[in-house]
């Protein structure tokens, strides 16, 4: 899949990003703009909660929105290289919609995959998400 993006130089043009976890591999590009994203296993002795709760100052209120939290914060840290800050994480914490544009033009995508792994892409700019699927 990612050999039809390359150019030849043999990168795909624009930014990409990429994470697993366990069986799972996530990659995502954009011709323009920065992108992160992350993929994590719904661990069932993970302290998720306690992990969003150390990254946002507030513990999150359920599993869902910690791994919310979690995902983003790794996303977010990819696509800026930077800190996602403790007042936006909270406010991921909130979303109910798996598809949100923030006030300041980011774009947020939390999936979940099967019952096992939650995805987060996060991206800014003008484009949409579109998934291709796996050869």
């Known amino acids: 899949m990612l050999a039809d993006l390359r150019r030849e130089g043999g990168q795909p043009d624009?930014?990409?990003?990429?994470?697993h976890a366990r069986t799972a591999v996530a990659v995502a590009v954009t011709p323009t703009g920065r992108i992160g994203i992350d993929i994590e296993y719904r661990a069932?002795?993970?302290p998720v909660r306690d992990i969003a709760r150390l990254l946002m100052n507030e513990t999150p209120a359920d599993d869902a929105?910690?791994?919310?939290?979690?995902?983003f914060h790794e996303a977010w840290f990819k696509a800026f290289g930077e800190m996602a800050g403790a007042e936006r994480l909270r406010a991921v914490a909130g979303l109910d919609a798996p598809l949100h544009r923030m006030a300041d033009g980011v774009n947020v995508l939390h999936e979940a995959i099967n019952a096992d792994f939650i995805l987060t892409l996060v991206w800014d700019g003008a484009v949409d998400a579109v998934r291709l699927a796996a050869d």
């Not at 624009?14 to 994470?19: E, I, L, Q, V």
């Not at 929105?65 to 995902?71: H, I």
Request: proline share 6%; glycine share 6%; charged share 25%.
């Open 65 to 71: 929105a910690a791994y919310r939290v979690f995902t």
């Open 44 to 46: 069932p002795d993970r």
């Open 14 to 19: 624009g930014a990409s990003s990429k994470a």
